[in-house]
């Protein structure tokens, strides 16, 4: 967590770490991913077949090149198949023989469907990868019969219809997968089968009894929306609720393990850009109260461990620029890649809430990482996600920073009136080698900000720094031209340090 005190324009700044100060625990699983069948994501993205380079292509189909890219970020968990695509996803259509496998009409991004790349094609790939699969069932045109089904075909190793179904297709042993999600973005206009509120809560309550009475060993992941809405509450005080018969009269668990929030941020001005993530902090903060609230009201046991935030859905994504139905390719900015910096701050200053984040998506469509037919282009947000991905690890560390406000106006509007945003978007985090690591955005467009930085202790050891910035705050790498990349130095850690104007810091050191 990151502490905030505002100071007039004129007034020093100053960011005091305390690497001591542990105070929660850094799920790895907030660096997750996820693949839906949209756009170029799967067909062009992780499976590309027909591609003319047979470097890039493994005996799968795979792409050699995304999977390196996968490894290299240590992606732990991988969301999958969608997205509003799960809606009228039938999972049986993609098993078996490919040649057998029916094509569907696609009804959310106005698609056909090959059903060439399935289940067992999925978990084939997430073993490469070395991640772990989280699946989300079809809550639109499925039924529980047929989610119990799925959930059979993967983690059953009994001498039972599905799991002997998954053993005729090739592979004898159960995949174990731990992440199931109930539905999504059931709340939305446009999903096929929209429900209430009453309706979705309803129905998530008696899937996830079945569910785990199927195998209790599996997490299941509540649909919410943003986290601040009505729609979160009453599906938490529905379903957060001890059942004994669904969990054996367990006092130790429960039907749900977590609360799925999804936002995506965005402007066409570059500061409004930026810091517009800040919005899911606070989305993070009420969600969190909610969760206590309906734990409160339904009187769950403090034995039973406090259901975490899955923000399965998040980036910056504005669909007028990047059309859902037109491949949603963005091209992105510098400014963008300050944006997913804040967006990663906020998860590490939040990591008391945060189990899971997955960020929307992996490959091609809202994408850091673009696939060509030749090799692959690393967008501006690629890079801060790579540092966090490599270095933010271990205990969110007590922070303090000390500086200017943005008083203008904000995306979303509502941002302005729940609290104060900084010029300096801070985190910092220690790792079990006692490395500690500090991530400074800086979102003034024009003016960079020197100042001391307590806790570093100066003069014993050198301070690693990376950075980055680019020349205009619209610099892309979109067209295969790498403008914006991480620069590499050494500090000796005296006297002030000069975080530059529009710009990314991390300054890593040995406490």
Sequence with gaps: MTTFTPLSPNSPATIAVHPTR??????????????????????????????????????????????????????????????????????????????KRPHRPELAWAGVESNEIGTDEFMEWCEVV?????????????????????????????????ANLRRQNGHSKPYNVKYWALGNECWGPWQVEQMTKEAYASKAYRWAKALK??????????????????????ALSTCLRPDVHALGGSATSSLIDMHSIHMYTASSDPIKNAIAPRAAERAIEICASLIDLARIENGVLPSVPRQMICFDEWNVWDPSRAIGSECAEEKY??????????????????????????????????SPLMTTETGLIKQTTWWPLLLFCKYMKGWTVATHASCGIYDGTTEPA???????????????????????????????????????????????????????SGEAWDQSNADGTQRVGIEERKWDAKGKFNFPAFSIIMLRWKA
């Design 333 to 366: 900015t510098l400014s963008d890649a300050l944006a997913v910096a804040i967006w990663l701050n906020v998860f590490i200053r939040q990591s008391k809430y945060v189990g899971m984040a997955n960020i929307a998506q992996s490959v091609n469509v809202i």
């Design 213 to 234: 009475l199927l195998d209790p060993t599996i997490q299941l992941i509540l649909c919410g929306q943003d986290g601040t809405s009505s729609w979160d509450f009453h």
């Design 130 to 162: 070395g991640t772990e699969p989280y699946l989300a069932l079809n809550f639109g045109t499925g039924t529980l019969d047929e989610a119990l089904a799925w959930l059979e075909y993967c983690n059953s190793s009994s001498d039972t219809y599905y």
């Design 22 to 99: 542990k105070l929660s625990p850094i799920n790895p699983n907030i660096y997750s991913g996820f693949t839906e069948h949209m756009g170029c994501c799967i067909y062009g993205g992780i499976y590309d077949p027909s591609n003319p380079n047979a470097h890039l292509i493994d005996s799968n189909g795979f792409r050699r090149d995304v999977i390196e890219a996968m490894q290299e970020l240590k992606v732990p968990v991988v969301r999958y198949p969608g997205g509003n695509f799960v809606a009228t996803y039938h999972w049986l259509d993609g098993v078996g023989p490919k040649e």
């Design 414 to 468: 509502w941002l302005q009136g729940v609290g104060e945003v900084g010029w300096l978007d801070v985190s910092a985090a220690v790792d079990e080698e006692g490395w500690v690591s500090m991530c400074v955005v800086n979102a003034h467009l024009s003016e960079a900000q020197e100042m001391e930085v307590e806790g570093l202790a100066a003069g014993q050891g050198e301070v690693e720094v990376y950075e980055i």
